[in-house]
């Protein structure tokens, strides 16, 4: 081969290879008397097992005055029982090179469990003592409580967690999927006792199904499974009554105010669809094409021709009840408005224009390709049969998955388009600097609501620097601080905000010394600053920005390439 021919070669992307065919183990599924149904997938490939015992209960059911409950109930399970304590489940699944976890999404809740063959029985043994009988101890208790506190305090300080909280907050209104963590007040609500009673009203055998797949003789696995969980007594299964997303009928922004923020997070969303709708793989297709990955319309606009952003992408958010579809991308302060006129430009083209027969093929040959690898593992086939089974789906829904790929056509993707994408009755939220967010929103949005970092509403700020006369009686004094770390621990910290010949400027003393305010920007009841001082014997300077509500002071301290601390205070009399 020469030259010339080599770099033709080399411009020309090889023909994609036929799809190859997908051997899906024939699952057995059986009904214990008790209502738990069975489901068992015999592959001796591997001397390996892996399990699923999956409930159709999830975050959604929480009571609406605990949010957070099924979380940490499920957190609790492997924390203690009437027969091991946490410790002795914990030296058990190790000594087996085995793991077992809990955990909760919004529409079911899983314990899992994987293990050698040869171990298979002792860790079935293992999952029914945690299942069936949690103790729920008091010490552990009160220190998921505490942990759960801390998690939160740190997910607060996150732009993308606050984005999230707001757009389902918008989106689902009084719809559970609303609520995406618990609150400081539902945490020191949950005791013991609710966690008890809670776990027995969620935990019945007619709403679950125990999935098993692996290395297994399944005769004698069933009567295992029989003689451990045969026992467990059904009851009234929790259902899903909940109430409808509310339908939109214009475009509002939702802006987060974290002065100071170098970044704008930026949410797009319409109402979508839930996971059994027919519109499901037109919607993918044409989620696919416009930003699923990073050929995708989304990146390649924002990111490769505008540089606005390391990655811009869309997501299509399907439940077992409800959805959401979003556009989703985290740009630089300064081009927030030119990224929003970017994002509706294409949200309107795939509305407007059919996908070109390329798109459509590239998306096909993504969807068919990367289908089978979930499927190469006993954890990752397991794992598609739990969604199937917790969302409804049916039986054959693997075998089939690819040809309903393959049957979407191009007028089937711009039909749910029209339909689902629908800019001018889109929520925007945004997460960033209110104070240059807002006049960029404008063009795109006249319905502007504002937001502090706990979600409360707030006022506008001004364009202009506030007098003296304004600010000082919103800021100016001493404020008590705990500035929270990363590693879960408070630390007090005094912050003085004096006026003085030069403008403004005042200081921040904690057990780490004293730093000295320099550069104070005042805007009503927000301030920014930039905070001196000493380290090892090295001058430090950080940012620190925060706003003051009804004698309450929030806000966070920034170091250079590390993550913000946020801090929260009040005044000192």
């Not at 959805?323 to 985290?330: P, Q, S, V, Y």
């Not at 949005?445 to 003296?468: D, V, W, Y």
């Amino acid at each position: 081969m020469n030259m010339n021919q080599q770099d033709d070669f080399r411009r020309h992307a090889p023909a994609p290879l036929s799809s190859s065919e997908i051997r899906i183990p024939t699952p057995h599924q059986t009904v214990l008397p008790n209502g738990l149904t069975l489901v068992i997938v015999e592959d001796k490939r591997l001397p390996l097992v892996s399990y699923r015992l999956a409930f159709r209960t999830g975050d959604a059911h929480d009571p609406a005055e605990l949010p957070g409950l099924t979380d940490m109930m499920a957190g609790l399970l492997t924390e203690g029982t009437t027969l091991r304590t946490s410790r002795q489940i914990a030296e058990e699944v190790e000594s087996m090179g085995a793991t077992l976890h809990a955990g909760a999404g919004s529409d079911f809740t899983t314990l899992s469990a994987s293990a050698l063959s040869v171990f298979g029985e002792n860790i079935l043994q293992l999952m029914a003592d945690v299942t069936l009988h949690p103790s729920f101890p008091e010490n552990e208790v009160d220190l998921t409580k505490q942990n759960t506190k801390e998690s939160l305090k740190q997910q607060r300080a996150q732009p993308s967690f606050l984005a999230n909280e707001m757009v389902s907050r918008v989106m689902f209104g009084d719809h559970p999927y609303s609520r995406i963590a618990p609150s400081p007040e539902s945490i020191d609500g949950t005791t013991r006792d609710r966690l008890v009673g809670f776990h027995r009203s969620v935990f019945v055998p007619n709403n679950a199904v125990f999935l098993i797949v692996g290395d297994v003789e399944r005769q004698r696995l069933e009567e295992n499974i029989e003689k451990l969980f045969g026992a467990w007594k059904r009851s009234e299964a929790v259902l899903d009554h909940f109430a409808e997303p509310p339908d939109r009928t214009s475009r509002v922004a939702y802006v987060v105010d974290r002065p100071g923020s170098a970044q704008s997070n930026i949410v797009i969303a319409n109402k979508g669809v839930n996971r059994t709708s027919a519109d499901y793989f037109p919607l993918l297709l044409m989620h696919t094409v416009l930003g699923a990955t990073a050929s995708s319309r989304l990146f390649m606009n924002l990111r490769e021709e505008k540089g606005y952003t390391y990655g811009a992408y869309s997501n299509l958010d399907t439940r077992r009840t409800a959805g959401t579809l979003r556009a989703t991308a985290e740009v630089r302060t300064p081009v927030t408005g030119n990224s929003l006129k970017e994002f509706f430009h294409e949200l309107e083209s795939i509305r407007n224009e059919p996908v070109t027969p390329k798109e459509i093929a590239d998306a096909k040959s993504y969807l068919t390709g990367v289908f089978p690898i979930r499927l190469e593992t006993q954890e990752g086939l397991i794992d598609q049969l739990v969604q199937l089974k917790m969302l409804g789906l049916p039986d054959d829904y693997l075998q089939v998955y690819r040809d309903h790929v393959q049957a979407v056509t191009v007028d089937q993707i711009q039909q749910v388009a029209q339909k689902y994408v629908k800019p001018n009755e889109a929520a925007i939220v945004i997460v960033g600097d209110g104070k240059q967010v807002l006049e960029q929103l404008e063009p795109y949005c006249k319905e502007i609501e504002l937001f502090n970092t706990q979600g409360k509403r707030k006022e506008r700020p001004s364009n202009a620097t506030a007098p003296a006369s304004v600010s000082t009686p919103g800021l100016a004094g001493t404020w008590a601080l705990e500035i929270q770390t990363p590693f879960g621990q408070n630390i007090p910290a005094t912050l003085t905000l004096i006026e003085n010949a030069a403008g403004f400027g005042g200081s921040v003393e904690s057990e780490m010394g004293r730093g000295e305010l320099e550069n104070v920007s005042l805007d009503g009841n927000q301030f920014q600053s930039t905070l001196s001082f000493e380290m090892d014997g090295h001058s430090v300077q950080a940012k620190i920005q925060g706003n003051a509500e009804g004698g309450q002071l929030a806000g966070t301290i920034s170091l250079q390439n590390l993550q913000p601390l946020s801090f929260t205070g009040s005044r000192s009399e």
